[in-house]
T-cell receptor
Framework: GENVEQHPSTLSVQEGDSAVIKCTYS??????FPWYKQELGKRPQLIID?????GEKKDQRIAVTLNKTAKHFSLHITETQPEDSAVYFC????????????FGKGTMLLVSP | DGGITQSPKYLFRKEGQNVTLSCEQN?????MYWYRQDPGQGLRLIYY???????QKGDIAEGYSVSREKKESFPLTVTSAQKNPTAFYLC???????????FGEGSRLTVL
């Protein structure tokens, strides 16, 4: 089955800095890579996703890059703000319509004012 | 409001008792999932269901059971066979094509 490794487990940055979270996956059949954000005490929510036919995708201050050859993908957050503080999960799976995703163990991002 | 509702939010049970967690969705999604979340472990898949009256085991199904008698409902039973049931349980559903998961607010189970 799929195995997803996520690093770092915790990341502390100053407000305005950039943050990068990296994930690797093992199954070359995976073609869908979403990122979920879970604020303290709340449900995970999708913030951005990328499919294997695209190398990069941006949405305002967040971006995701994908390197299929190396089997890794990354989340980039620019101009971080305190409200970006949360646990971020990467995941990988086949976008077959009823795919089951394999999640990384999460990264706790702390943005200090 | 469309969404996923889990109940109860908090649940305490004695060791050896079965407990059932409720999950209801009004998003008209075909697929539903149960995940377990432990600190530092991410989200691990317990069971999932693609259509009514059908479900499959996930990565950590031992000690759990589910049913899918209605499209809207996917209850999870934590049985006495689950060796370490204290955890945060998340139910989710997904739309076909995109695979985006919509999560409920979770149920925290504590076994005393």
């Amino acid at each position: 089955g799929e195995n997803v490794e996520q690093h770092p487990s915790t990341l502390s940055v100053q407000e305005g800095d950039s943050a990068v979270i990296k994930c690797t996956y093992s199954d070359s059949a995976s073609n869908y890579f979403p990122w979920y954000k879970q604020e303290l005490g709340k449900r995970p929510q999708l913030i951005i996703d990328i499919r294997s036919n695209v190398g990069e995708k941006k949405d305002q201050r967040i971006a995701v890059t994908l390197n299929k050859t190396a089997k890794h993908f990354s989340l980039h957050i620019t101009e971080t703000q305190p409200e970006d503080s949360a646990v971020y999960f990467c995941a990988a799976g086949e976008n077959s319509g009823y795919s089951t995703l394999t999640f990384g163990k999460g990264t706790m991002l702390l943005v200090s004012p | 409001d469309g969404g996923i509702t889990q109940s109860p939010k908090y649940l305490f049970r004695k060791e050896g008792q079965n407990v059932t967690l409720s999950c209801e969705q009004n998003l008209n999604h075909d697929a539903m999932y149960w995940y377990r979340q432990d600190p530092g472990q991410g989200l691990r898949l317990i069971y999932y269901s693609q259509i009514v009256n059908d479900f499959q085991k996930g990565d950590i199904a031992e000690g759990y059971s589910v049913s899918r008698e209605k499209k809207e409902s996917f209850p999870l039973t934590v049985t006495s066979a689950q060796k370490n049931p204290t955890a945060f349980y998340l139910c989710a559903s997904s739309v076909d094509r995109t695979g985006e998961l919509f999560f409920g607010e979770g149920s925290r189970l504590t076994v005393l």
